[in-house]
């Protein structure tokens, strides 16, 4: 047990930089299963495995030159965080903010699993203060269920997103949702506006994402969610380069594509997946589905069973 407790402490020391790590007791031994994937400046995280508690303190941080900004959930099994008298539980809905210059504790009881991304604080272009200020606020923002289903997202494909040209994109959005995260709870007018304003694409097409399955969503709705005109709607996303129905129609093609594929969804027909992905003309998805993959969802659910 010793062995596999070193293994874990040397994996995770050499990925996130100096800590201590407590193991906790049980009958079965200690595992862990530790993964991480790049997407640019980037990392993403998932431990899976029995209870521990790593902490990271003033002392660690002066052994390494690291100063990071972690943003933390726990997919399976109930987190605890605690930074300077700040506790909270940490689940499946729920976000904590860590910076470790700041020190803080994390860890589980039982099997766990919790996913993280880790950026270099610079990166983030904010005041340190601010992002310390954030961490006891967090369930506040409505920001926050925003960047827990990125976070999902990106955990989900993993495998191919980090490993494709879209991985310093996506890199990208993650750390801008981040700063209007912090910005929205613990910055003043005058800056949090300012980051609203710079991030305020990244934070449409993350709603977007969020709702691709629900057949209300529309131009006008996410128009009216955001509190701007359907003109300025278009025009952030001219600016930016997104054709914003395309990118829909290819986000929810994606979708349906994994769904055909999925296990979980093999007893359920073409028609009803489609569907449930908003499309409504059973003829205009089969269209799209082959012009994007070269197969139809027919062919597509035989070749890759």
């Known amino acids: 047990m010793s062995e ?28 862990k299963r530790l993964e991480a994937w790049r997407f640019g400046p980037l990392t993403l995280f998932a431990t899976h495995g029995s209870g521990m508690t790593i902490r990271r303190t003033a002392r660690n941080a002066r052994f390494d030159s690291m ?17 300077n008298g700040h506790q909270q539980h940490v689940g499946p809905d729920t976000l904590a903010l860590a910076q470790k210059s700041a020190g803080y504790a994390y860890g589980w009881s039982g099997t766990g699993l919790s996913l993280a991304f880790m950026v270099d604080a610079d990166r983030l272009d904010l005041p340190e203060h601010l992002v310390r200020a954030a961490i006891p606020f967090l ?16 955990h989900r494909d993993a495998d191919q997103l980090s490993t494709g040209p879209a991985g310093d994109h996506l890199a ?10 912090i910005a929205s709870v613990s910055a003043h007018g005058p800056v949090r506006r300012a980051v609203a304003e710079d991030t305020l694409l990244v934070r449409i097409l993350a709603y977007v994402r969020a709702h691709l399955t629900d057949p209300g969503l529309t131009p006008h709705r996410i128009a009216s969610v955001h509190n701007i005109s359907l003109r300025t709607l278009y025009r952030l996303c001219e600016e930016g380069e997104v054709s914003l129905e395309q990118w829909i129609i290819r986000q929810r093609l994606d979708g349906s594509r994994r769904a055909l594929t999925s296990p979980e969804h093999a007893h359920r027909t073409i028609g009803a997946i489609a569907r449930s992905w908003g499309f409504s003309s059973p003829v205009f998805f089969s269209r799209r589905f082959r012009q994007a993959y070269g197969l139809s969802p027919v062919e597509w659910r035989r070749h890759h069973r």
């Open 4 to 31: 596999r407790a070193e293994a874990y402490h040397a994996a995770a020391s050499g990925e996130t930089g100096s800590c201590s790590i407590e193991q906790e007791p049980s009958g079965t031994g200690v595992w």
């Open 67 to 83: 100063n990071t900004v972690s943003i933390i959930t726990q997919s399976q099994g109930r987190g605890a965080f605690t930074w």
């Open 139 to 154: 369930r506040h923002s409505r920001i926050s269920a925003l960047l827990l289903q990125h976070i999902r997202a990106l």
């Open 172 to 181: 990208a959005a993650t750390m801008e949702l981040t700063r209007a995260l």
